[in-house]
T-cell receptor, first 113, second 112 residues
Framework: DAGITQSPRHKVTETGTPVTLRCHQT?????MYWYRQDPGHGLRLIHY???????DKGEVSDGYSVSRSKTEDFLLTLESATSSQTSVYFC????????????FGDGTRLSIL | DAKTTQPPSMDCAEGRAANLPCNHS???????VYWYRQIHSQGPQYIIH???NNETNEMASLIITEDRKSSTLILPHATLRDTAVYYC?????????????FGTGTLLAVQP
């Protein structure tokens, strides 16, 4: 158990509505990541964080924003959800420094109608 | 784009060793090789990683060629529970974070 909790686990919402996904960790690790996974694809990095209020973009960041106001929580927000953002979203933490492996949460399945 | 090439699928008999190959011919000297697996739609599970030496843990062994251009993940005694998509990943260089670039992986089907 990597001590990661994602919420909600499932969500269905409508196009144009704001959505916030939460990733909570219990071990105060510095590095946290958000990925999305679509059918037939591996995971793609959306945003990541290297400390409180320190975040940066990944390869598919358009349409997403993140916040990290405290070490244990990393929030992913879709300001105005679109159907193309229907996906499974995974959060990961990285214990230790560079080159240490990431550990993933159980995912949030998001459907945008 | 992913820096690795893996076969899309493989079969293995239960109880036998599963050997999953990965090609990473453009790997840089400071980049590690990571292996993860994903069962159904669960979150990816970390298996093992290495730089240039062979590594072994309670789950698997990782064999990296001397030129580091390819590697093999070995599950010594595959069980039905090992059926999953296995991802071989080379970490993106630069910075303190570890941005993993996933490809499409190998679907390992363990047969009874």
């Amino acid at each position: 158990d990597a001590g990661i909790t994602q919420s909600p686990r499932h969500k269905v919402t409508e196009t144009g509505t704001p959505v916030t996904l939460r990733c909570h960790q219990t071990e105060n690790h510095r590095y946290m990541y958000w990925y999305r996974q679509d059918p037939g694809h591996g995971l793609r990095l959306i945003h990541y964080s290297y400390g409180v209020k320190d975040t940066d973009k990944g390869e598919v960041s358009d349409g997403y924003s993140v916040s990290r106001s405290k070490t244990e929580d990393f929030l992913l927000t879709l300001e105005s959800a679109t159907s193309s953002q229907t996906s499974v979203y995974f959060c990961a933490i990285q214990p230790g420094g560079r080159n240490q492996p990431q550990h993933f949460g159980d995912g949030t399945r998001l459907s945008i109608l | 784009d992913a820096k690795t090439t893996q076969p899309p699928s493989m079969d293995c008999a239960e109880g036998r060793a599963a050997n999953l190959p990965c090609n990473h011919s453009t790997i840089s000297g400071n980049e590690y090789v990571y292996w993860y697996r994903q069962i159904h739609s669960q979150g990816p599970q970390y298996i093992i990683h290495g730089l240039k030496n062979n590594e072994t843990n309670e789950m698997a062994s990782l064999i990296i060629t001397e030129d580091r251009k390819s590697s093999t993940l070995i599950l010594p005694h595959a069980t039905l529970r090992d059926t999953a998509v296995y991802y071989c990943i080379v970490s993106a260089a630069g910075g303190a974070t570890n941005k993993l670039i996933f490809g499409t992986g190998t679907l390992l089907a363990v047969q009874p």
